[in-house]
T-cell receptor, first 110, second 113 residues
């Protein structure tokens, strides 16, 4: 199975940078995903890492270290609309099941 | 708008009843996934279909079943409903079997009274 841990809440100021950490313990690994979910809405895909290193996509970047079972999502130049829950998910090796963490609620303050 | 549609948006029913949730994937997507999201359990994977065949199964209860039809739409059947089944049920779709990028529908909010 998968055990995924991420902080419950984070608060940051508009224009700042926030880093959301995710650690996982897994019996098999075939990719780590980040999704954004605004309150009452569906999750939307942000990023996918399967190899170690940093993937950059505009204001958002995601990092993976497979040996440490660790990932982070970096949000730069925070905007009010970035206030949302950020879900870390791990995909198993022999199947395509996604196991989600409980999510990190990010609040951006003016 | 992700291109994934789900009906109905809201469903209120009583314990012991049976309901069917419907999902139409994005045009061209062959995989459909079902998820349950509740406040205490978070987002939980239920089941995946790829091109009509069951591909992966999560902790889906025996009271729940799903299928994907030849036109690729999918239905999730929930029976003998219990209060604890109240949740938001999402359908997602992806082009391939691996689901590197899943597109989620708006969800069906089920309330069991």
């Amino acid at each position: 199975g998968q055990n995924i841990d991420q902080p419950t809440e984070m608060t940051a100021t508009e224009g700042a940078i926030v880093q959301i950490n995710c650690t996982y313990q897994t019996s098999g690994f075939n990719g780590l995903f980040w999704y954004q979910q605004h309150a009452g809405e569906a999750p939307t895909f942000l990023s996918y890492n399967v190899l170690d290193g940093l993937e950059e996509k505009g204001r958002f970047s995601s990092f993976l270290s497979r040996s440490k079972g660790y990932s982070y999502l970096l949000l730069k130049e925070l905007q009010m609309k970035d206030s949302a829950s950020y879900l870390c998910a791990v995909r198993g090796y022999n199947d395509y099941k996604l196991s989600f963490g409980a999510g990190t609620t990010v609040t951006v303050r003016a | 708008d992700s291109g994934v549609t789900q009906t109905p948006k809201h469903l209120i029913t009583a314990t012991g009843q049976r309901v069917t949730l419907r999902c139409s994937p994005r045009s061209g997507d062959l995989s459909v996934y079902w998820y349950q999201q509740s406040l205490d359990q978070g987002l939980q994977f239920l089941i995946q279909y790829y091109n009509g065949e069951e591909r992966a199964k999560g902790n889906i209860l025996e009271r729940f079943s799903a299928q994907q039809f030849p036109d690729l739409h999918s239905e999730l059947n929930l029976s003998s409903l219990e209060l604890g089944d109240s949740a938001l049920y999402f359908c997602a779709s992806s082009v391939g079997e691996a689901g590197n990028e899943q597109f989620f529908g708006p969800g069906t909010r089920l309330t069991v009274l």
